[in-house]
């Protein structure tokens, strides 16, 4: 796991998943990111980020996802598309929904 330390993925590129990524790009951290407008992406990566073609590409980069999308059913959807990498990860969703919506 030694390869892994210092890496996360961010997926999701609005306000709060974008500050993260700089963030975390500041402190020196390799960042992977994935939005589904690729313009978002785009920037983060000519400030330092790795941008992932998919979302499994940017859940495979790290051990650590952190995803900031609006609704527990857009990170569904989204990692559903990366569902064959989500093996041995931790994922932090940072969305708002219900406590039903968790469940």
């Known amino acids: 796991m030694k390869e892994q330390e210092g890496k996360v993925s961010i997926i999701g590129l609005g306000d709060m998943g974008g500050a993260l990524a700089r963030a975390l790009i500041r402190k020196?951290?390799?960042v992977t990111v994935w939005n589904r407008d690729q313009t978002r992406a785009s920037r983060l990566a000519s400030e330092g980020a790795r941008r992932a073609k998919d979302p499994a590409e940017a859940i495979a980069a790290s051990t650590v996802v952190i995803v900031c999308l609006p609704t527990y059913a857009a990170m569904r959807e989204v990692?559903?598309?990366g569902r064959d990498a989500l093996a041995d990860r931790v994922v932090v969703q940072l969305g708002s929904g219900t406590?039903?919506?968790a469940r």
């Open 28 to 30: 020196g951290w390799q």
């Open 79 to 81: 990692l559903e598309r």
């Open 99 to 101: 406590p039903q919506d």
